[in-house]
């Protein structure tokens, strides 16, 4: 799909050409820093040609995302970037961005990849053809920085084993302690490998039938779709779709409810990391009208070869019409005319989900604390098990409060 093209509006960035570098020749050497993210954007360029060679995209390490962070997430954002270099010229190879939390359970300094609740992919973006050697230097260089805690949370970890044998491989080079304190599964859309998709993956002559009959009630009802990739349309957009999120279930505070609005701190963070992206050309809002009137939206990403859902909002006054199941479908056609789209991760962990329902494979996803100084230490250690018996004792207090509700259900049904 060209870029602009306004059929299906799933941002055209940069191409997913992987060309990875071969081992490094004799001369050359890595180099690795830390740097703020106003750095970091300076290095856009490098970072789009990295995005080509990588061996997992992920949009969450974007300097846009980096910018945002570090003007609204009310914590130090630290990027950690790797350089192959020889001579004078040098080619960016790896970036990781972590967010440095004080008091993590109370106690602890760690930096995490979870800025916030806003960012669902923690892989660090490292050039496929030099993995191994771009992890080690990645936890060397934050180890040497006296500054930063060495005990990272990698939330949302790409479980991928192209990467996790490769960290294996680093941690155990090193003898660095690691423990993987959390896993999750979402609903993926993953290209076959002779490069067919079909046009509905997994979805049932029903459902295909239902999604031309919604097609139908829309043109009748004068509700067109309009996809948005660039330009000021980007913002109006984007403060429309904060509007229709907080108005509905999402924005009631009774229900738990997870607008963006309803936190004051988010608000900025997404507003700067959405327009950001957008300029770059990584981010897409799709949108369906009435009139003049917005009435659903679906937020895009997209970093070389991977495609990211990242948020959806309808007005619930047009719910009959499944605006939010149309924008899924009309997104998810992309794939059929952008062959450089390799897999679409969903986001969304839930199971009862449209994408779980029609997408039959499954992203798997870990959260890891690594203990980045060679052969470890105790604060990394206390961390892990401190993290580790918080994170079940939850899960436990979870199951215990469903179970009750389900018994207290079941008595007030039985009466």
């Known amino acids: 799909m060209p870029p602009g093209d306004r059929r299906f509006g799933l941002p055209g960035s940069v191409r997913a050409v992987r060309t990875a570098a071969e081992g490094l020749d004799l001369g050359e050497r890595l180099e690795a820093e830390i740097v703020t993210a106003s750095d970091f954007a300076r290095h856009q360029g490098d970072w789009d040609d990295l995005v080509r060679r990588a061996l997992i995209p992920n949009v969450y390490m974007h300097p846009a995302v980096a910018l945002a962070a570090e003007r609204h997430a009310g914590r130090p954002v630290v990027v950690a970037l790797v350089w192959r270099a020889a001579g004078l010229g040098r080619v960016l190879v790896g970036a990781w961005l972590l967010g440095e939390f004080a008091e993590r359970r109370g106690f602890f300094r760690v930096l995490d990849t979870a800025l916030n609740r806003l960012v669902f992919a923690g892989t660090p973006v490292v050039d496929a053809g030099l993995v191994p050697d771009v992890l080690d230097k990645l936890l060397d260089v934050i180890v040497d920085q006296p500054n930063l805690p060495g005990i990272i949370v990698a939330s949302d970890l790409n479980a991928d084993e192209r990467l996790l044998s490769y960290l294996r491989e680093v941690l155990g080079r090193r003898r660095s302690r690691a423990m993987v304190v959390g896993r999750r599964r979402r609903a993926v859309l993953t290209r076959r490998s002779d490069g067919e998709l079909p046009e509905h993956p997994g979805a049932s002559a029903k459902q295909r039938q239902s999604f031309r009959r919604r097609s139908r009630r829309f043109a009748e009802a004068g509700i067109e779709h309009v996809a948005l990739m660039c330009g000021p349309e980007i913002a109006e957009a984007f403060r429309a779709f904060l509007e229709i999120e907080a108005g509905g279930w999402k924005g009631k505070q009774e229900h738990k409810g997870w607008a963006i609005r309803l936190?004051?701190?988010?608000?900025?963070?997404?507003?700067?990391?959405?327009?950001?992206?957008?300029?770059?050309?990584?981010?897409?809002?799709?949108?369906?009208r009435h009139g003049g009137r917005w009435i659903a939206f679906s937020i895009w990403l997209r970093s070389g070869s991977r495609a990211f859902g990242w948020k959806m909002a309808y007005d619930e006054a047009f719910a009959s019409f499944g605006p939010g199941r149309q924008l899924s479908e009309l997104v998810m056609a992309t794939f059929v005319f952008d062959p450089a789209l390799a897999d679409f991760d969903s986001c969304n962990g839930s199971e009862t989900s449209f994408h779980a329902a029609i997408w039959p494979e499954r992203l798997e996803l870990v959260d890891m604390i690594i203990d980045a100084r060679r052969g470890g230490s105790l604060s990394g250690t206390l961390f892990m098990i401190v993290e580790l018996a918080y994170r079940r004792g939850r899960g436990w207090l979870k199951a215990a409060r469903d179970t009750v509700r389900a018994r207290w259900h079941g008595l007030r049904l039985s009466r």
């Open 263 to 288: 936190d004051p701190k988010l608000e900025p963070f997404a507003t700067e990391m959405i327009e950001g992206l957008a300029r770059a050309g990584c981010a897409s809002i799709e949108g369906l």
